[in-house]
């Protein structure tokens, strides 16, 4: 199985900030990488598809970027709403992993 | 509006069986592969496997092989996940989930809000 190894595993921040959460694959897989944002009692939601590609309806400050078998998520002027946690999650080779998760907190 | 509208959750004991359901609403129901994700305190969002509503290939995860099956029937546009013997290991929350594809790369992009299932004796 890949292992996806994301981090910080939580991290504080404050409303305007400018944050980044990154995922280390084990193995190279191009921009077979997806984020997902979860809040609690909720199903995770599809932020972030190939890496790059910003789901419909998401916010333009979420971006994703990609080098080598690291891809970044970075929050750019954070909001309220924003406060949860982020999963990576790859489709590079079955079976399909996740990251641990990064929760955001205040 | 594109749905996916999951049975309610279930109490069991260890070695019962267990069938919970995820009805599709909105789309075509043969055109988009269905995953089942469990999610845990322990070990967070796991994949357990895929099926095509099309053709209803299945590929599981070999984590879940032999332990888990997947079903659908078309005619309802539901996706099923059946135990025959439920372990106490298998207390999870349980998400239905949409593939979405781009140039061959998966992502879910419909999730259902899940089934809470608890194996206690």
């Known amino acids: 199985d890949i292992q996806m190894t994301q981090s910080p595993s939580s991290l504080s921040a404050s409303v305007g900030d400018r944050v980044s959460i990154t995922c280390r694959a084990a193995?190279?897989?191009?921009?077979?990488l997806n984020w997902y944002q979860q809040k609690p009692g909720r199903a995770p939601n599809l932020l972030i598809y190939?890496?790059?590609f910003l789901h419909s309806g998401v916010p333009s400050r979420f971006t994703g970027s990609a080098s080598g078998p690291e891809f970044t998520l970075t929050i750019n002027n954070l909001q309220p709403e924003d406060f949860a946690t982020y999963y990576c999650?790859?489709?590079?080779?079955?079976?399909?992993?996740f990251g641990q998760g990064t929760k955001v907190e205040i | 509006e594109v749905q996916l509208v999951q049975s309610g959750a279930e109490v069991k004991k260890p070695g019962e069986s267990l069938k919970i359901s995820c009805r599709a609403s909105?789309?075509?129901?043969?055109?988009?592969?269905l995953s089942w994700v469990r999610q845990t305190p322990g070990k967070g969002l796991e994949w357990l496997g895929r099926?095509?509503?099309?053709?209803?290939?299945?590929h599981y995860s070999p984590s879940f092989q032999g332990h888990v099956t997947f079903s659908i029937d078309v005619s309802t546009s539901t996706a099923y996940l059946r135990w025959n013997s439920l372990k106490a290991s298998d207390t999870a929350m349980y998400h239905c989930?949409?593939?979405?594809?781009?140039?061959?790369?998966?992502?879910?992009?419909?999730w259902g809000r899940g089934t809470l299932v608890s194996v206690s004796s």
């Open positions: 989930v949409r593939h979405g594809v781009v140039g061959g790369i998966f992502y879910f992009d419909v």
């Open positions: 193995e190279s897989m191009s921009n077979y």
């Open positions: 190939a890496a790059y």
């Open positions: 909105g789309y075509s129901f043969t055109t988009y592969r």
């Open positions: 999650q790859q489709s590079y080779r079955i079976p399909w992993t």
């Open positions: 099926i095509d509503p099309s053709d209803s290939q299945i």
